[in-house]
C-alpha cells in the first residue's frame, strides 16, 4: 500500500482564482477556446507552471504541457490533465478542475518523490486546446496530439465568424512551436462528472470504465433566397425549414428509442441570411446520435439520411453533409481502473464504476496511451451550464485521489498501451 | 394632357454609381441600415441633392429629406422616394430605384416649372431609414415620421450584435437633428414590383392598388442550458426543438391554405448558447403571417398561439411574444391611381391594377397622406436576392412616368388626406 496523499493545500485558492478567469458573475465562466479570457486562463496556468519549475511547451495547436523530467530523458512519461476551454456561459469545473488538480498533485509527487529518488518516470500536467467544441471542432488539441487530425486543417478551421482558429490562437499569443513530450504511457483525467450517476448512489469517487459513442454529423441544406412576402409558397426553397423538420425527425428517434439507450441532439443551428423578410438560402444543423450501444447508433445513424432526405424534398431544397464524424462507444484501460479501485479504497472511499456520455480528451487519447477518467459528482447532473457544482470537499478528494495514483504510476509505470 | 416626361439621360449613370455601393460583385449591394456601406450610400445621396440645389435635411431617424420650396413657405408638399437600405446580399432595385428616380424626377420637374412659373406645391424626395428591417425593426423612419411609433423607441432598438440603432446611425453620421417637412398632401413611391404579376401579362408599368396584410410575431422559446450528451431526454429543455415545431406549424398553415391567400414564414431564428454540446436555453423565431383578406389573416393568426402552446408543452420550455405586429391589409389612393392610369396611357402604356404583397414605407405614409405607389417588373419575380432585375427600359419609362405625375401633382395638387 503506497501511504495516500492529502489535497495539496494551495488546491482551493488555486481553483478559486482560476474561476475568477472569464467569470460570468453567476458561478459560470465564458471561455471559449483561443477568447480573451481563454488566454487569460492559459497566462495564468503557465506562470504557475514556471513559478513552480515545470518545463513549459507550447506546441502548433496551442496546447499547454507541463514538464517534470525526474527519472532522466529516456524514461517513461505519465501525463494528467484535462482543458480549460469552456462553452459559452458554462461551468467552472468542466475541464479546468482536471488541470488546476493534476498541477497540485504532481507539485506534491515531485516533491516527494525528489525525497526518496524513486522515480521511475517523468510526469506532465496537459491543458489541451479547445476540447468543447463550443468555438471550432471538439478535441482541438487532444485530437492532434494523438495523430486524429492534422494541426494543418484543424488550425485552418472557421468560428461562426469567419475568424480562423490559427489567428485566433496567435491572437492570444498560443500558437506555439515546442514539440510537445513522447506519447505518455499513462494519461489520468480527472473530471467532474456531468452526470447524476455518483449522486444517485451516493458515491464520493468514480471511475469511468466506458463511453458513450457519438456520431457527429452537420447537415448543411441548400435553400434560394426569396422575398418572404409575395413569393408563393409552392416556389420557396426554404432552407431552415428543412432544418426545422430535421430538428424534430432526430429528436423523435430518441423519444422512440429505449430510456437511456439513445440521446439526440441538434443543439446549434446556423442560418442565412437570418433576416425576418428572407426566405433562407442556408441552413446548416449539428446532429448528435449518441449511444453507449454500437449496434442502436449504426440503426439510428442509417434512420437520419432519410429524415433529411425527407425533409430536403418537402422544402424543395438540397443538401450536403458537411462533417460525418464518428466516435465509436469504447472502454478505458482496466488495469488502471484496478489500480484506482484500490487507491480509492485506501483513501476510505468504494468507487463506483460508472460510464461518460460526453467525450473527453481521455477518450482521443485512448487511442495512444492506456487511459484513466477518474471522476466526482456533479450536484443534479448539470453541466455546461453556470449551476454546474460540486463540493470542494469532493474536489479536494479528487485530488488526494489522482496524487496517490500519479505516485504510483511515476514509481511503477505500466508498460506502454500495446 | 399634360405633356409627357422623358427619362432624364442622367439617371441611368446615376443609378448605376449607386449600384456600385456596398456592391457584393454579383449584381446585389449588401447595405443594411446605417452600416458603413449605407453610409456611404446616404452620403452620395447628400451630396446629389446638395449639388442639384435641393435644401437637404436630416431628422433624428436618419430620414433623408430634400426639399425643393417651388411654390413659397405655405404651399402644401407633394414628396416621393423610398428607401436606400438593402437585405443582407440583397438586389440593388428594391427601394434605391425609387429614390434615384424621384432625385431625377424632381429635377426635371423643378427645371422645367421654374420656367413655366406654374408650381402650386413644394415638391420633395426623401430617403426613409431602415425600411427592409434586416437590422433593426421594419418601416423605422416612415413610422416614426408618420407618428405610429416614437424616435425613442426606435433609437432604443438593439441589432443582432446589440449594437443600439442611435449609436449605429450617429457612427456614420446620421442622426441628424433637423425638422422633417410637413405631411404631404401626396406621396408617390416608385418601386420594382417584387412579384410576377407584371411579368406574367407582360404589362410594363403597374398601379399597387392594395396591399396585403402582415402580422409579425417574434416569440422567444425559454428553456434551459444542459449537456447534449449526459442530460437524459426527458429531462431537456430545449428551445430550439420547440422553435422547430412552431416552424414546421406556421409552415402548415399556409400549406393548408387555398393558394394565393395565406403566405407563411420563420425566416429569421435566434438561438442561444448556439453551441453543438449545450441544450439551447433560448430561441426566437420570427413569425409572419400574410393575407389580402382581413378574415383569413384574423383566422390564421388564432392559429398560431396553439402551435405555439403545444410546441412549448413538447419541448417542456416556456415562450415569451417579443413582439406582436399587425398591419391590416388596405388600399391606396383610387384617384391618385386613376392619374396614374391616364398619363400611363399618355404614354402609349395600359398599367395594370396590382397588390403588393411585401410592406412599403408608402403603407405607412397612407396614414397620412393619399399614396400613391407605381411599380414597374421584376424579372421572374425574384426579389431580396443578388438575381433581382428589371429591364433599363422599364426603369427609364419609370421615371418618365413619376416625373409626369410629379408635374401634375405639383401644378394641381390634389387636397389633403381627409
Redesign the interface.
Known sequence: MTATYACPPGFKARFEAFSEIGSTGDGGVHRMEATAANGKAREQLVAWLKEEGFEVRIDEVGNIFGLLELAGPDAPWILSGSHIDS????GRFDGAYGVIAALDAAIAVRDKLASEGSAKANLAVVAFSGE???RFN?FMGSKVYMGGATAEETLNQKD?EGIVARDALEQIGFLGTDTPPPYPNAFVELHVE???SLEEINARLGIFERW?G?H?LDIRFIG???????????K?K?A??A???M??GV?GL??AAQ??SL?????????S????????DSATG?V?I?SPDPDVMADNIARVTPIVENAAKTAGVGYEIVRDDLRRPGVFDVELGDLARSIARDLGEEPAGVT????HDAIMMSEVSRCLMLTVPSRA?????PDEFTDMEDLELGVAWLATILDRLVTAPPAAKG
Not at 462553452?87 to 458554462?90: F, I, M
Not at 441570411?273 to 433562407?280: A, D, E, L, M, Q
Open positions: 462553452q459559452p456561459q458554462g468543447e467544441g463550443a471538439t461562426a456531468c452526470g447524476s458513450w457519438a457527429k434560394e433566397t426569396s422575398h418572404t412576402g409575395p413569393t408563393p409558397m409552392a420557396r426554404d431552415l425549414y432544418a426545422a423538420m430538428i424534430t429528436r430518441a423519444d430510456v437511456g440521446h439526440t441532439s441538434v443543439a446549434k443551428l446556423l442560418v441570411p437570418n433576416s425576418r423578410n428572407v426566405v433562407p449539428f448528435e449518441r461518460t456520455l460526453p467525450g447532473g448539470l453541466c455546461h451550464h
